[in-house]
């Protein structure tokens, strides 16, 4: 008993693979949030496009043995497989192969609460697994319908699996379609009453649900995970400024972004993200802790330009400024050499100083301040905040009162 309860507990095993230059951390918060186990990683030297497997066989092959030899129950690529390749992935490997937007579908499915979320995730999965539904047969021939003597044979099971999941993908359609007409009722109502609605936007796990929580007393889940928040919630807030004027407002937390995001889970949560779409004000938060934050930046640009949403009017929000200063400052109690004053952070001052060329605390200590320097140059319409200790959010407010 004891056995069988020990093989249920057991995590899957995977072998992570990247391109050159790849760090897998995004992939691996991806892998974390699927509570899968990492087995190794595997970085690709060279790009090397191959219409076989996307690389050169032999290095394909050296995957796989890599991937026996460390005992993985699976192989998960950080790029795209197209359904050719992912074919030929699971048969040179014999094992599973998936790709990232894979990845992000399982947890999407995973996470999906309510019935708007679970359709989302079921027609982002029909619409990725369609092209992929002849994995399943070997042998095109099985034949299902049709009599001897009639006009054709009948269709093959594929056919008729495909024919299957098109009308499935049409019937959610039309039940999203229903959604976005409910939503669309609920915000002409809002604009009569003049309430101003503002989205918070940013990139998974930036701490957008912490945030919405802080500033309204709200009670949704916070997790230290990708994806945590897949529904739109709403609530109200209540603003004053330093004249004692009163303002209400709506406070809406979306869905997080991700680099690469696939197009299937954009359209799929278009209705989702139609809340951004039309809001008054956005709301953009970053996790200013994060070295990847201009990408993030850009990546949520991309996706509040593909739903056309205006970013015009929108405010830039600094989360976790409580962990970049307690990092700091342990990183300072550390170290034996102070910064001094000559050094620069702007990399065109001739006193520049690289922090790679430091030793090493000291040069944890300036690659933080760098960063958050960079950060301020880059967004100078910004404000800093932290969703845990409180800090800056009356700023926050009074800036949300300006704008709206």
């Given at each position: ?89 699971e048969k040179l490997s014999k094992l599973p ?119 309204t007393s709200a009670k949704t ?184």
């Open positions: 008993m004891s056995e069988i309860l020990e093989e249920q507990q057991k995590k899957v095993r995977c072998l992570l693979v990247g391109y050159p230059n790849d760090n897998l951390l995004e992939l691996k918060g991806l892998v974390y949030t699927l509570e899968m186990e990492i087995a190794d990683s595997f970085i690709l030297n060279k790009i090397d496009i191959q219409p076989a497997y996307g690389m050169g066989s032999g290095k394909a092959q050296e995957i796989c043995a890599h991937a026996k030899a460390i005992d993985a129950d699976c192989i998960i690529m950080d790029f795209e497989l197209d359904p050719t390749k992912q074919r030929n992935w192969v998936f790709d990232r937007q894979e990845t992000i579908l399982r947890i999407f499915a995973k996470r999906a609460l309510t019935k708007e979320a679970v359709l989302q995730v079921e027609l982002a999965r029909l619409e990725y697994s369609l092209p992929r539904l002849s994995h399943m047969y070997g042998e095109f021939s099985r034949q299902r319908g049709g009599n001897y003597g009639s006009k054709g044979s009948g269709e093959t099971q594929l056919e008729l699996d495909r024919r299957g999941v098109r009308e499935r993908i049409t019937k959610i359609k039309n039940e999203l379609s229903k959604v976005v007409q409910n939503r669309e009722v609920q915000r002409k109502r809002r604009s009569k009453s003049k309430i101003k609605t503002i989205a918070l936007c940013g990139y998974t796990n930036a701490g957008k649900s912490s945030l919405l929580n802080a500033l889940l916070v997790e230290n995970k990708l994806f945590a928040t897949l529904d739109p919630l709403t609530r109200k807030l209540f603003l004053t400024n330093s004249n004692y004027d009163f303002k209400e407002v709506l406070l809406t937390d979306t869905v997080g972004f991700i680099s690469n995001l696939p197009h299937s889970l954009i359209n799929a949560f278009r209705s989702t993200l139609e809340e951004a779409k039309h809001a008054d004000l956005l709301l953009i938060v970053l996790d200013c802790y994060d070295p990847n934050i201009f990408l993030h930046y850009e990546t949520i640009l991309e996706v509040l330009k593909e739903i056309g949403a205006n970013i015009s009017n929108s405010l830039i929000v600094l989360n976790k400024i409580d962990s970049y200063q307690t990092n700091l400052e342990q990183t300072l109690s550390k170290s034996d050499t102070k910064l001094t004053e000559n050094y620069s952070t702007d990399d065109t001052h001739p006193e520049y100083v690289h922090p790679n060329s430091l030793q090493t605390d000291e040069s944890a200590t300036l690659s933080k301040k760098f960063l958050l320097t960079r950060i301020e140059k880059q967004f100078p319409d910004h404000v800093k905040v932290s969703a845990i200790t409180g800090q800056g959010l009356e700023e926050l407010k009074q800036l949300i009162f300006e704008k709206t």
